[in-house]
Nanobody
Framework: QLQLVESGGELVQPGGSLRLSCATS????????ISWFRRAPGEEREGVSC???????KYADSVKGRFTMSRDNAKKTMYLQMNTLKPEDTGVYYC???????????????????WGQGTQVTVSS
């Protein structure tokens, strides 16, 4: 059974850092494209970052230089290190996966068929 389970979301002050994790099972993690999305209150879901099986990466302009996505194929887990957090980073963060290989990778939600349940990140003083 394919599963993606996020963790690590919490309340953090502006300028702070968080690391989100997404533990996976039930699919060939090494060869799939993985990604992080977020949905802010009242907004559409937004692609944050992605990595394909060849290491190709993409980040949303709003997080470039502040967020870093990584994957540990041995642990079948993906991470999102978020630094210099801003109030506009607040939202529910989702991990997603797809067997589709696009170079470097794709931040369109329609490309992903497998999703986690989400973890809440709140950036506020």
């Amino acid at each position: 059974q394919l599963q993606l389970v996020e963790s690590g979301g919490e309340l953090v002050q502006p300028g702070g850092s968080l690391r989100l994790s997404c533990a996976t099972s039930g699919f060939d993690f090494d060869s799939w494209t993985i990604s992080w999305f977020r949905r802010a209150p009242g907004e559409e879901r937004e692609g944050v970052s992605c990595i394909n099986r060849k290491g190709g990466r993409k980040y949303a302009d709003s997080v470039k230089g502040r967020f870093t996505m990584s994957r540990d194929n041995a642990k079948k887990t993906m991470y999102l290190q978020m630094n210099t957090l801003k109030p506009e980073d607040t939202g529910v963060y989702y991990c997603a996966a797809t067997p589709i290989l696009i170079s470097p990778c794709d931040l369109r939600a329609t490309q992903y068929g497998s999703w986690g349940q989400g973890t809440q990140v709140t950036v506020s003083s």
